[in-house]
């Protein structure tokens, strides 16, 4: 065999000098407690050999191998058969080796068995032997001669944050407790330590207050320079959010000297420039809220709410719906469980307006909020319905549904071009038990009268969907809040007078309005609740929705409009809508019902209008004396021919004919007419 790798890096060992083995001497004959022990090894090594039990002084021990220095030197290892802890004086720092004499090089014995009797591990018995700890080579366990820290990491399997008493104890009742008692404490400690870094930031923001308001008054002429420029939408909405958070906590975060009224002034001024409202609509609004859902209201109006469509059950079902209309790429769910026919719309590949589907009557579009009204209404089958309002028939088809095609549902509206969208959505949906008339609602009692259960969608102001109908933002001004509240009132009044109290099954009417706004509809059911002592508020049944107000800006009204139903598109994502259920409980009083104005003989005030309303009768009923003192005179035949006559030309030209065809057989009968008057005028004279 040739040289080694190793033999040809460092050379042959150098011999044992004299020194050495006295060293070796005076080691033996010292106690053996207080033998120096070599400082742990750095490094691990990969294999480790168990050394053997036997004691004797002859036997031959195999040094294993040695970890390298950095000068290529191998370092003697300790004995393995040293396992007793050194006491106070082993304590002291390991001494370095001076020389390479003092290296160990692994490779023989190197010292004759006389040596080895006189060694310090000559004095040790059997029983020491066997006593040895887990931490010295010559134990039976497996040698990882690494340090402590690497052991103790070998020791625990738990995550790192759990100590080593928690790896090393054992799983039991008394344990689960000390670890409950340590996870509740941990958990009080956090919660602690959120709300002081809680305080710290309230107390941060009380320190940095908003600046919202202007300090200095700015002249006219900056003024009219701001409004000619256009607004910075950005500074607007920080200072908006600034304000709300301002009117929030104003004890903290109101500037001093400032009131609240100056903050929600600049509030207001802020939304109408930042949305387009006017500011008499915004102020209206905002008072409805607090700032921040007021905030919250006016983002909802700026996005379109979901495209909506109601199942026709007279036609399908609104699972087979749905199947047909997904296998033509629209992408939709139900809208609700509060809803069984109607389906969201989110993605569709094809008009909804001109499907097959829709053609057939199989669905009409229609929002969600629209659903309500009908829902609270519940009409039943075989009852006698009216829908005072009708147009476009969403809702009267929504009711013929409801009620199979039973019954008869009377669907009024005093639009005649209204009224034609309401005739073809009620035959393209088969609704085969609706009448449609065009009468003024508020004439509806002495029209037809008696029903089980009336609907009223009463005209109104359209704040709830200025979503779909922005230009409400600033065509709304005072005066429309006072006449759409009056008509409402009186369409109201008109709705409960046609309902039959005495009916078996119903005895309902139901008033809904698209606004938000308490003067159409808080207002409106107050008034009605006062003038007909006959009719009570009753639950509207419907699953969802804030309860009305009962008191608002000073007025006060009645505890049961807790009953009526507020919907907002920033809570529930439909359209603004009210929703109030009436119970009929009795007859009217006929004082109450006024059909005629009652005529006085009293003098009319000053500026009123007198109106003679005596009825005309025929001539020949009439006097010969009171013909000629009456004022009205009688009819010119010739001149009333003349312009007939006019006016059948000018028709036939219309139609493209040439009204000179009828001008010779006109001519011979006026000339015989005329010979006649003229025989008759002789005749007279004679």
Not at 400 to 406: D, E, H, P, Q
Not at 434 to 454: H, K, L, Q, S
Not at 612 to 634: H, L, M, S, Y
Request: charge should be negative; proline fraction near 6%; hydrophobic fraction near 35%.
């Amino acid at each position: 065999m040739g040289v080694g790798r190793r033999m040809k890096k460092q050379g042959p060992p150098e011999a044992l000098s004299e020194e050495h083995f006295a060293k070796l001497k005076r080691k033996a004959g010292l106690p053996v407690d207080d033998v120096p022990t070599e400082a742990p090894n750095k490094k691990k090594r990969k294999t480790a050999e168990p050394a053997p039990k036997a004691s004797g002084a002859g036997t031959k021990k195999t040094a294993p191998k040695a970890n390298r220095n950095s000068n290529g030197v191998k370092a003697t290892p300790a004995p393995k058969q040293n396992g007793k802890a050194p006491k106070s004086k082993a304590k002291k720092p390991v001494r370095e080796p001076e020389s390479d004499e003092e290296l160990s090089d692994g490779l023989g014995d190197g010292f004759s068995g006389s040596e080895l009797d006189n060694d310090e591990f000559s004095g040790l018995d059997d029983n020491e032997v066997e006593g040895l700890g887990d931490d010295f080579l010559g134990s039976d366990d497996s040698v990882f001669d690494s340090d402590v820290e690497g052991q103790n990491e070998r020791r625990a399997m738990f995550s790192d944050d759990e100590d080593d008493s928690d790896a090393e104890e054992t799983l039991n009742a008394a344990n689960i407790v000390g670890l409950s008692r340590k996870l509740d404490e941990q958990k009080a400690r956090e919660e602690a330590e959120a709300q002081a870094e809680l305080e710290e930031a309230a107390l941060q923001t009380n320190i940095d207050r908003p600046h919202v308001l202007d300090d200095e008054e700015e002249d006219d002429l900056a003024l009219k320079t701001k409004a000619l420029l256009a607004p910075d939408l950005q500074l607007l909405r920080t200072r908006i959010t600034d304000t709300i958070r301002v009117l929030d906590d104003f004890a903290n975060l109101a500037e001093e000297g400032r009131s609240r009224a100056e903050y929600t002034s600049q509030l207001l001024k802020d939304i109408c420039a930042y949305y387009g409202y006017s500011e008499y609509l915004a102020e209206k609004l905002l008072n409805l809220f607090q700032p921040r859902e007021a905030f919250a209201f006016f983002e909802a109006n700026e996005t379109a709410r979901p495209v909506v469509i109601r199942t026709n059950t007279l036609r399908t079902h609104r699972r087979d719906l749905a199947q047909a209309l997904i296998n033509r790429g629209v992408t939709l769910e139900p809208v609700g469980k509060w809803s069984k026919v109607g389906l969201q719309i989110f993605d569709s590949n094809v008009p909804l307006g001109a499907t097959p589907e829709y053609l057939a009557g199989h669905y009409i579009l229609q929002a969600a909020s629209s659903f309500l009204p009908v829902m609270a209404l519940g009409p039943q089958e075989g009852e006698r319905v009216l829908d005072m309002a009708a147009a476009p028939g969403g809702k009267t088809t929504h009711m013929a549904a409801m009620m199979k095609n039973t019954g008869c549902v009377f669907a009024n509206d005093p639009s005649k071009a209204r009224a034609k969208g309401l005739i073809g959505n009620v035959h393209r949906l088969g609704a085969r038990n609706v009448i449609v008339c065009n009468y003024d609602a508020r004439e509806f009692p002495r029209v037809i009268g008696g029903f089980d259960r009336v609907l009223l969608d009463a005209p109104c102001s359209g704040t709830g969907v200025i979503a779909k109908d922005p230009s409400v933002k600033t065509n709304k001004d005072e005066k429309d809040f006072m006449v759409l509240p009056h008509t409402q009132k009186q369409l109201l009044l008109a709705a409960i007078d046609s309902v039959n109290h005495a009916s078996k099954t119903g005895g309902y009417l139901v008033y809904s309005t698209c606004s938000v706004t308490v003067e159409e509809n808080e207002q409106v059911v107050q008034y009605a609740l006062n003038k007909r002592p006959n009719v009570k508020l009753v639950s509207t049944e419907l699953p969802f929705g804030k309860e009305g107000f009962t008191s608002y800006m000073g007025k006060k009204f009645d505890p049961s409009l807790r009953l009526t139903r507020r919907y907002y598109p920033h809570t529930y994502n439909v359209d603004g809508f009210f929703v109030a259920k009436f119970h009929k409980i009795g007859p009217t009083p006929a004082n109450l019902v006024r059909d005629k104005p009652v005529q006085t003989n009293a003098a009319p005030e000053a500026g009123e209008q007198v109106v003679d309303k005596t009825p005309i009768v025929a001539d020949e009923d009439v006097p010969e004396n009171a013909r000629q003192d009456d004022d009205f005179g009688g009819f010119d035949d010739e001149e009333d021919a003349e312009y007939m006559e006019r006016a059948k030309r000018s028709a036939m030209r219309r139609r493209g004919l040439d009204p000179k065809a009828l001008e010779k057989p006109k001519t011979n009968g006026q000339a015989k007419e005329k010979k006649g008057e003229g025989k008759a005028k002789n005749k007279k004279k004679t």
